[in-house]
Nanobody, 127 residues
């Protein structure tokens, strides 16, 4: 079992920045590929960003490419999502997710591929 706890959400004006953190516990964090997803009211949960357990491979949704950066610190069992140039359409509950993998370059973009989820953190961007 892996427990995930997100933090860092809040209210920010359009154009501002936030950094989300996801702290993991329970298993060897460095063996897990990680992802960030978000869900706006009335919408499906959608992929935002993913990172392999080595940190060497990352992938982003087109809607956030160039504005968001995913990273991880395996020594701290934490994955981050740096969000810059925020837009009102980024408003959502953001979730981190984890899945154990053998390859250091593997990441996943489908929510069905992840085994563990955090409880989410609210991000609200005002115009």
């Amino acid at each position: 079992q892996v427990q995930l706890v997100e933090s860092g959400g809040g209210l920010v004006q359009a154009g501002g920045s936030l950094r989300l953190s996801c702290a993991a516990s329970g298993r060897t964090f460095s063996n897990y590929a990680m992802g960030w997803f978000r869900q706006a009211p009335g919408k499906e949960r959608e992929f935002v960003a993913a990172i392999s357990w080595s940190g060497g491979s990352t992938y982003y949704a087109d809607s956030v490419k160039g504005r968001f950066t995913i990273s991880r610190d395996n020594a701290k069992n934490t994955v981050y999502l740096q969000m810059n140039s925020l837009k009102p359409e980024d408003t959502a509950v953001y979730y981190c997710a984890a899945r154990g993998v053998g390859s250091g370059t593997t990441y996943y973009t489908s929510k069905g591929s992840y085994y563990y989820w955090g409880q989410g953190t609210q991000v609200t961007v005002s115009s």
